[in-house]
């Protein structure tokens, strides 16, 4: 399997392909089912704006998001292309490739494995976005654009480690990014573009400060994990951690397949997205869930909606059920939900689950485990979580 990593050299930074060795099984990872589960339909649909995993140390969640990209599908690219671009899908393709399809040129196509980008938290503006060489412009007249971490990710995932102490303005870049799709950069009159779709995946230790609410809102879904109190259960993440290290290859192999029926699930569950159904009355439901929890904005709603069609189709159904808003809403609200001066400043999960179940009509059925899955019929054609509706 090969990764994309970032390296210090010289105080720069720089992209290398390296190959990796055998990276733990996701399946492998004991509990953390909510963490899992946020992750699983992230990949699923990557539009749905990524995860914040917030959690004291030593609970998987570095392991889970690297686990994770091992899981996705090879991408098809052009072979020449520095920036991932998908040849079935010209309206996102960058700015060399557009000039090199109105240029007629015959152009090759390969498989690549899904990249996974790791941001260290000193990167700077210009490392993330790219980079445009004015002085090249100005002298000779050449367009010399400088990839970014943004180019990198492209259709893969990018990681960020402590993102709480990333500083604040390349949070937000990374933000815009993943919801526009696009990065264009504009320096004197010049510009460049080129697309950024990624999972995007922040972790980070509260008791090391907080995101501020602006950025915790940009982040689609959010979960806090706590390390596991269950005796069996710690004694079943030593025994897989000694046997991980002992031998990380063949413990990879008895783990392969259930890692290619979740990846199998995940590819399937892509391609049913956009027949995914939803009605108007499943949209009443979340903007009521949403105004009975005094959540602001409207940015959860269409978060919600958008999770629950990628966990109908992760379910191999249809159509959207009040389970599935139920738990994409688990998912949606933590970070967003406030409550009194005198209290802590977000709910619980469990109080949560609570509300959810109560505003529901006690259609939350509580956690639900990765290949999990249930069948259930539905209404109403919806395309990307965001498109139309019937009443």
């Given at each position: 399997?090969?990764?994309?990593?970032?390296?210090?050299?010289?105080?720069?930074?720089?992209?290398?392909?390296?190959?990796?060795?055998?990276?733990?099984?996701?399946?492998?990872?004991?509990?953390?089912?909510?963490?899992?589960?946020?992750?699983?339909?992230?990949?699923?649909?990557?539009?749905?704006?990524?995860?914040?995993?917030?959690?004291?140390?030593?609970?998987?969640?570095?392991?889970?998001?690297?686990?994770?990209?091992?899981?996705?599908?090879?991408?098809?690219?052009?072979?020449?292309?520095?920036?991932?671009?998908?040849?079935?899908?010209?309206?996102?393709?960058?700015?060399?490739?557009?000039?090199?399809?109105?240029?007629?040129?015959?152009?090759?196509?390969?498989?690549?494995?899904?990249?996974?980008?790791?941001?260290?938290?000193?990167?700077?503006?210009?490392?993330?976005?790219?980079?445009?060489?004015?002085?090249?412009?100005?002298?000779?007249?050449?367009?010399?654009?400088?990839?970014?971490?943004?180019?990198?990710?492209?259709?893969?995932l990018l990681y960020i480690d402590e993102v709480n102490l990333l500083d604040d303005h390349v949070v937000d870049l990374l933000l815009d990014s993943a919801a526009m799709g696009m990065n264009i950069v504009e320096r004197e009159g010049i510009s460049f573009s080129h697309p950024s779709r990624f999972i995007l995946v922040g972790t980070m230790n509260p008791e090391e400060g907080d995101l501020r609410p602006q950025l915790l809102d940009r982040f689609a879904l959010s979960v806090d994990i706590r390390g596991i109190q269950d005796t069996h259960e710690r004694v079943l993440i030593m025994e897989r951690h000694l046997a991980y290290e002992e031998d990380p290859e063949s413990f990879r192999e008895q783990w392969l397949p259930k890692e290619q029926e979740l990846s199998k699930q995940i590819t399937q569950a892509r391609k049913l997205l956009p027949n995914v159904q939803y009605s108007s009355k499943n949209m009443v439901d979340i903007a009521k869930l949403s105004t009975s929890l005094q959540v602001d904005g409207h940015r959860s709603d269409l978060v919600i909606l958008k999770t629950a069609r990628a966990h109908a189709a992760f379910e191999s159904r249809k159509a959207i059920t009040g389970r599935d808003i139920s738990l994409a809403a688990e998912l949606a609200y933590p970070h967003r939900i406030k409550r009194g001066p005198f209290q802590q400043s977000e709910i619980s999960a469990e109080e949560l689950s609570e509300k959810i179940e109560e505003l529901a009509g006690g259609s939350a059925d509580g956690e639900s485990e990765v290949g999990e899955g249930s069948e259930q019929s539905g209404t109403e054609v919806g395309e990307n979580g965001d498109k139309k509706k019937q009443s």
């Amino acid at each position: 399997m090969m990764f994309l990593t970032i390296i210090s050299k010289n105080g720069d930074f720089v992209f290398k392909m390296l190959t990796m060795t055998a990276i733990y099984p996701f399946t492998a990872v004991v509990g953390q089912e909510r963490m899992k589960r946020a992750l699983v339909l992230n990949a699923v649909n990557p539009r749905i704006g990524g995860v914040l995993i917030r959690g004291e140390r030593g609970t998987a969640k570095s392991t889970a998001a690297r686990a994770l990209a091992a899981l996705l599908p090879t991408v098809e690219t052009f072979s020449d292309c520095r920036f991932g671009c998908d040849p079935n899908r010209p309206a996102t393709w960058c700015t060399e490739c557009r000039e090199k399809s109105n240029n007629g040129d015959q152009r090759k196509v390969e498989m690549l494995p899904t990249p996974f980008v790791n941001l260290p938290v000193s990167a700077t503006e210009d490392r993330v976005v790219g980079t445009l060489d004015i002085e090249k412009a100005i002298q000779k007249g050449e367009r010399h654009f400088e990839p970014g971490v943004l180019a990198d990710a492209n259709r893969g995932l990018l990681y960020i480690d402590e993102v709480n102490l990333l500083d604040d303005h390349v949070v937000d870049l990374l933000l815009d990014s993943a919801a526009m799709g696009m990065n264009i950069v504009e320096r004197e009159g010049i510009s460049f573009s080129h697309p950024s779709r990624f999972i995007l995946v922040g972790t980070m230790n509260p008791e090391e400060g907080d995101l501020r609410p602006q950025l915790l809102d940009r982040f689609a879904l959010s979960v806090d994990i706590r390390g596991i109190q269950d005796t069996h259960e710690r004694v079943l993440i030593m025994e897989r951690h000694l046997a991980y290290e002992e031998d990380p290859e063949s413990f990879r192999e008895q783990w392969l397949p259930k890692e290619q029926e979740l990846s199998k699930q995940i590819t399937q569950a892509r391609k049913l997205l956009p027949n995914v159904q939803y009605s108007s009355k499943n949209m009443v439901d979340i903007a009521k869930l949403s105004t009975s929890l005094q959540v602001d904005g409207h940015r959860s709603d269409l978060v919600i909606l958008k999770t629950a069609r990628a966990h109908a189709a992760f379910e191999s159904r249809k159509a959207i059920t009040g389970r599935d808003i139920s738990l994409a809403a688990e998912l949606a609200y933590p970070h967003r939900i406030k409550r009194g001066p005198f209290q802590q400043s977000e709910i619980s999960a469990e109080e949560l689950s609570e509300k959810i179940e109560e505003l529901a009509g006690g259609s939350a059925d509580g956690e639900s485990e990765v290949g999990e899955g249930s069948e259930q019929s539905g209404t109403e054609v919806g395309e990307n979580g965001d498109k139309k509706k019937q009443s």
